[in-house]
């Protein structure tokens, strides 16, 4: 159920800013509201709660977020007081983002690698990698695991590429056992 709700409130929002022209300022405004709704649970316990009329809920939300949002986004968030939606705002959120993201084409790459990649390294990377795919922009994620000893380990979406030393010698270790000497 919660899913329905996160698509079907999260599309209005994405038609809201694609009707406005303001898909940037949305995007990049939700983007700030979730870590700000994570960082602080009581914000949505205090919208949750059932003995606080909708309209001191609404009146809460324009004293925290008028004039810090666009007009739109601040309807938005009185749609969900007002139809009791709080607990799935940062669900609505983090889909409108995504659909944002597949609208735009960014992708998020997650590379693992043996040892930090210089910046040098990471910019070939991430331009090879816009060449061979149809995103058109990356969010860059990178971490180091010495376990790899080599090579490294590249994820977009549901797709991997390894190419660490670590699965080549597994790989191998495989292969060799599976041979029968005769």
């Known amino acids: ?19 406005t022209g303001k898909m940037d300022t949305l ?21 949750g709660n059932p003995q606080i009329v909708k309209e001191e809920k609404i009146a809460i939300i324009h004293q925290v977020f008028d004039h810090k949002v666009a007009e739109e986004l601040m309807s938005f968030l009185s749609i969900i007081v007002e139809k009791d939606r709080q607990s799935d705002m940062i669900a609505i959120f983090q889909y409108f983002i995504a659909r944002v993201k597949e609208y735009k084409r960014i992708g998020a790459v997650y590379v693992t690698s043996a040892v930090e990649l210089k910046s040098d390294q990471k910019a070939s990377l991430e331009k090879k990698l816009l060449e061979t ?17 080599g090579g490294m380990v590249v994820r977009i979406g549901d797709h991997v590429v390894d190419s660490s030393i670590k699965t080549r010698l597994y790989e191998l270790k495989k292969e060799l056992s599976s041979l029968q000497l005769a």
Do not use: C, Q, R, W
């Not at 159920?1 to 009707?19: H, N, R």
């Not at 995007?27 to 919208?47: G, K, Q, R």
């Open 1 to 19: 159920m919660a899913k329905l709700v996160s698509k079907v409130y999260g599309d209005a929002l994405f038609e809201t800013a694609l009707e």
């Open 27 to 47: 995007y990049e405004e939700a983007s700030a509201l979730v870590p700000i709704l994570l960082e602080n649970p009581e914000l949505l316990t205090l919208l």
């Open 133 to 149: 795919t149809s995103y058109a922009e990356f969010e860059m994620h990178y971490e180091t695991d010495p376990s790899l000893l």
